[in-house]
């Protein structure tokens, strides 16, 4: 009763506890087993001083330094329960152990003892995974078709706890309906690959040999995508990219993708694309053949879910060109200078940054909890080019937006695309401004209920002769598309099923009716 709203616990000690129980305990010895199939005897011992590590065959399956990493116990420390639940942690998330077991045993038995030896049993998951995974995909435009995708995986591929994963995957749909026209079949299909180089820590001079006490990872990539779109375009498309990512503190998380090479080229078009394209000369620009490379970091922040109100917070910030652009620069060229090459096409050179807010809010002492989304975008396109990929172009609507309205079918700003089934394509642009609002409500057990309110737009820096009433300016905040809905959730801890029925109640464009 002292603090309105608040408990007072005081703690004091049993007068029971045994003196063994209150007794600080140093880690003496590690024995560290590896094996790879359980029971196996092992033969081959390496010491250092107070470590032991133990294997089969020429040497030990994993570098012993990998293992001393993800450790937080060693030799001639105090015990520390937070340390010894953290090395578990750490070890068995590497992906390499089927069984991580920490065994510890006082030296002797005499009163006086306060040290623990430590036996560290490991025992190796399977080194190879082969998996297939298939879909169908079924989309509004009347097409249909399978996937499938089939990968291959070697862990532990440097003896540091290294992965390699080769995936090849491919696709292929057929028009249905009205819009299959001369009767083909195969319409569409699509053919790729990738293969990825994952490390367990920084990989970079003069970084990868200090022994950095926190999680990190290195990721390199190379892939290659085939996309033939019938009636449209046959396309190709190559990356590459190196990726860190580190956490000095379990409730922050950090990305950085140090370099990404995108190379996007053409290699037919049909008349009715080069129409489309024609008629959409943003979409043009950014569609064509073109060479990125870019630069890009994310920031993400989440509260323990244990906390009463959750909060959830992400910054990312990505730029394009700006380095290659300089480069031409000293070698005379003009930075504003535009459509300048790079392996034969042109360079994008932009700006992108995004933030995202998330909380939930616990209405006192009753079930109902109160959910919000706050996202705020934009994308600066300038110097050797005035418009961004069209993959990086910001778009409204759908089940993860605005739910009163079809996916890309709001903005840029006042702007109604003419009704076609090429509308959709118009209707991005380079600043982003939602927000979404859910009232939640348990029903039974997992299953619960909502009521949301989403509003979001999105608009053009620049001025656009084909899509007036599209440019960003303060006084045109205004132009929402607000809308409301109810759906169900269904929470299964790892994933939650989700049923919304969204309806419009203002469009940011001419109706031809008055207020909402």
């Excluded at 309205?405 to 642009?429: C, M």
């Amino acid at each position: 009763l002292q603090v309105p709203g608040h408990v007072q616990l005081r703690f004091q000690e049993a007068d029971n506890i045994p003196q063994v129980a209150k007794r600080k305990w140093a880690i003496g010895n590690v024995d560290i087993d590896m094996r790879r199939n359980y029971g196996d005897t092992l033969r081959n011992t390496v010491k250092v001083r107070h470590l032991a590590v133990n294997y089969n065959g020429r040497r030990p399956p994993i570098r012993v330094g990998t293992i001393l990493r993800n450790m937080r116990l060693m030799p001639g420390q105090p015990y520390s329960y937070l340390g010894h639940q953290e090395s578990a942690n750490r070890l068995s998330s590497t992906g390499l152990f089927s069984l991580v077991d920490f065994n510890f045993t006082p030296r002797d038995t005499t009163g006086a003892c306060d040290t623990l030896d430590l036996r560290l049993n490991l025992l190796f998951d399977k080194p190879y995974d082969f998996y297939i995974q298939g879909n169908i995909t079924g989309k509004t435009n009347n097409r249909i078709g399978p996937g499938v995708t089939v990968g291959l995986t070697k862990r532990n591929a440097f003896r540091g706890g290294e992965r390699i994963s080769f995936d090849i995957f491919g696709s292929y749909e057929w028009q249905t309906g009205m819009g299959n026209q001369g009767g083909r079949l195969l319409n569409s299909y699509e053919i790729g690959t990738k293969l990825a180089f994952d490390f367990p820590r920084f990989i970079f001079p003069g970084i990868h040999r200090r022994r950095l006490r926190f999680p990190s990872s290195t990721t390199f990539a190379l892939d290659a995508d085939w996309r033939n779109r019938s009636g449209f375009f046959n396309m190709v498309n190559m990356g590459i990219s190196a990726t860190y990512k580190w956490q000095r503190r379990a409730s922050q998380h950090h990305e950085l993708t140090l370099l990404s090479l995108e190379y996007d080229k053409m290699l037919s078009t049909t008349t009715q694309f080069d129409s489309i394209m024609q008629a959409n000369p943003a979409l043009h620009v950014s569609m064509r053949d073109q060479f990125v490379p870019s630069f890009s970091y994310t920031y993400t922040y989440a509260s323990s879910p244990r906390h009463r109100n959750p909060v959830w917070l992400q910054f990312s910030l990505k730029e394009a060109g700006n380095i290659t652009s300089a480069i031409y620069a000293a070698c005379s060229q003009p930075f504003g200078k535009q459509d300048k090459n790079l392996f034969g096409n042109p360079f994008a050179q932009y700006v992108k940054a995004t933030a995202e807010y998330h909380e939930t809010i616990r209405l006192g002492s009753s079930p109902l909890k109160l959910a919000g989304r706050l996202f705020a975008g934009a994308i600066y396109s300038y110097g050797n080019s005035l418009r961004a990929p069209y993959a990086d172009q910001f778009y409204v609507g759908g089940a993860n937006s605005v739910r009163g309205f079809t996916v890309r079918t709001i903005g840029p700003g006042r702007y109604k695309s003419p009704d076609s089934k090429y509308a959709y394509i118009d209707q991005t642009g380079d600043v982003k401004l939602e927000a979404n609002l859910e009232l939640r409500a348990p029903i039974f057990g997992d299953l619960g209920a909502a009521v949301f309110l989403d509003a979001g737009n999105v608009w053009l820096l620049r001025d656009d002769p084909a899509r007036p009433g599209s440019k960003f300016t303060l006084n045109n905040l205004r132009e929402f598309a607000v809308g409301t809905g109810l759906g169900i959730r269904y929470d299964l801890s790892f994933l939650v099923l989700r049923f919304d029925v969204g309806v419009a109640l203002h469009a940011p464009y001419e109706t031809g009716k008055s207020g909402w």
